[in-house]
Structure formats: structure tokens, C-alpha cells
């Protein structure tokens, strides 16, 4: 199993261009989640889904889009980056469990920088 | 207030030390508990889940207090291995892990 897995693992953008950041994970879980991860910030939730077809707002939502249109692939949409969008993407998922909480597993995450 | 607060360290310890770290989180309605690390540019991951009774899983020791809202991590006879900086989080609701920041530690010869 590769687990989660993102794509791409770095990039750079210019003001105002777009990109996909794109997660998938191999183990069927039904929870997958958007995390950025900026210096002294920890890691801040941007938007997550509990199955296919849903998606809901994070902590830190503005700026970014989201779809689930597969079980296994969580799309980050960036439709026009910000300087203030530099930051390590991280993406997970785990499985639900009833009274209580599987573990969460991370991607490698992806560093973006916009100039 | 951040929900999840952690002192971001840097914790200089020598090997064989014993260190512990403290979270404080704010949501008096969060059930489930965990300590993950990350290391240098990787991703976290699970070190341990903290459960009401404690929990200890060779050097590592977490447990919770509800009353004052607050778990801890406690690691006994330090290896350079455990350099790394330690995240605790918290469940923000039926979905969500609300982390905290990190706390840094640097175990030295």
C-alpha cells in the first residue's frame, strides 16, 4: 500500500495563477482532510470530507476549493494564489470508528511557494 | 486563544535525560487526544493516543487531565533518535484533529 500520497511535492506560482493539488490514498478510508503547516502556526485545517461527494469548511477556508469526486482522491483548488498561500500542504485521511478515532495518516506533503 | 497551545521549545536535553511536554487545549468538549511527531521537512505521525487512564508505550508516557485541560508527553533515557519536534492535538468536533504548534526537541551527545 503507498498509503497517502500527494502531488506535486513542490511548486511555484506567480501572483494570481491557479493550480490543483491532488491526494490520494489507497487504504479506503472515508475521511480526508486539507492541512496547511506554516512557522509557528502548527498545522491548520482548510477543508475536509467525510465521504465521497461531501466536502466541508476548515479553520483556514478562504482562498481555497475543494471536491471529492472519488473515494479515493481529495482535489485542493487554488483558483488565484496569494504570497500569503507559501506553505507546506499536507493531506490526510483515516477511517471512521464509532466512539472513538482511528489513527490519521499524513501525506508527504507539498511546498508551495507563490512569488 | 489558539485552542491547542504548546511551548514551541527549543528542549536541549542530553542523551539519557527525561523530558516532558505540556499542551493545554480549550475545548472542554474534545474527547480524543494524541501526540504526533514530525521530523525535519516529513509529515507527523501517530506516536501515541492519549487515553483518560494514561498511557505508556516503552519511553513514552501521555496522559490526560480533564479538570485542568491539559495532556502531557513524558520521555524517559533520551536517544539522539527522538529529535523531533512533537505535535498534540485534540478532536475539534465529530470530524476534526485540531493541533497544536509543536514543541521542538533536540537531544545532544
Known amino acids: 500500500n503507498a498509503g497517502v500520497t500527494q502531488t506535486p511535492k513542490f511548486r511555484v506560482l506567480k501572483t494570481g495563477q491557479s493550480m490543483t493539488l491532488l491526494c490520494a490514498q489507497d487504504m479506503n478510508h472515508e475521511y480526508m482532510y486539507w492541512y496547511r503547516q506554516d512557522p509557528g502556526m502548527g498545522l491548520r485545517l482548510i477543508h475536509y470530507s467525510v465521504g465521497e461527494g461531501t466536502t466541508a469548511k476548515g479553520e483556514v477556508p478562504d482562498g481555497y476549493n475543494v471536491s471529492r469526486l472519488k473515494k479515493q482522491n481529495f482535489l485542493l483548488g487554488l483558483e488565484s494564489a496569494a504570497p500569503s498561500q507559501t506553505s507546506v500542504y499536507f493531506c490526510?485521511?483515516?477511517?471512521?470508528?464509532?466512539?472513538?478515532?482511528?489513527?490519521?495518516?499524513f501525506g508527504p506533503g507539498t511546498r508551495l511557494t507563490v512569488l | 486563544r489558539k485552542e491547542v497551545e504548546q511551548d514551541p521549545g527549543p528542549f536541549n536535553v542530553p542523551e539519557g535525560a527525561t523530558v516532558a511536554f505540556n499542551c493545554t487545549y480549550s475545548n472542554s468538549a474534545s474527547q480524543s487526544f494524541f501526540w504526533y511527531r514530525q521530523d525535519c521537512r516529513k509529515e507527523p505521525k501517530l506516536l501515541m493516543s492519549v487515553y483518560s487512564s494514561g498511557n505508556e508505550d516503552g519511553r513514552f508516557t501521555a496522559q490526560l487531565n480533564r479538570a485542568s485541560q491539559y495532556i502531557s508527553l513524558l520521555i524517559r533515557d533520551s536517544k539522539l533518535s527522538d529529535s523531533a519536534t512533537y505535535l498534540c492535538s485534540c478532536s475539534g468536533g465529530y470530524n476534526k484533529l485540531i493541533f497544536g504548534a509543536g514543541t521542538r526537541l533536540a537531544v545532544h551527545p
Open positions: 490526510a485521511s483515516r477511517a471512521p470508528k464509532r466512539g472513538g478515532w482511528n489513527e490519521q495518516f
